[in-house]
């Protein structure tokens, strides 16, 4: 994320220990750690367990009905002369 290197680390925990002292800065970690753990947990509290898979149980009873409509009808009216059929090979 970052892309630090250790060196680059140890760089800003010194001049944080310099900023802070060493007093607040065990204070400042706690506070910090404690905001991630709740946001980690406000994260994860909003998403499902699992996603929700389709049964038959919550299907409607009017889809159950109601058989589709042939479409094939429809369709012959959009075929281009000189198109190929999606199955013929080209010679």
């Known amino acids: 994320m970052f ?34 753990r709740e946001f980690k947990e406000g994260i994860t509290a909003d998403e499902p367990a699992a996603p929700r898979t389709r049964t038959g149980d919550d299907v409607p009873p009017a889809a159950l009905e109601s058989p589709a409509e042939p479409v094939d009808e429809d369709l012959d009216g959009l075929i281009v002369p000189g198109d190929q059929h999606p199955g013929s090979s080209r010679d």
């Open 3 to 36: 892309d630090l290197s250790p060196i680059q680390v140890l760089i800003v925990l010194a001049i944080a220990l310099v900023v802070f002292g060493p007093k607040r800065l065990p204070e400042m970690a706690r506070g910090i750690g404690k905001g991630l």
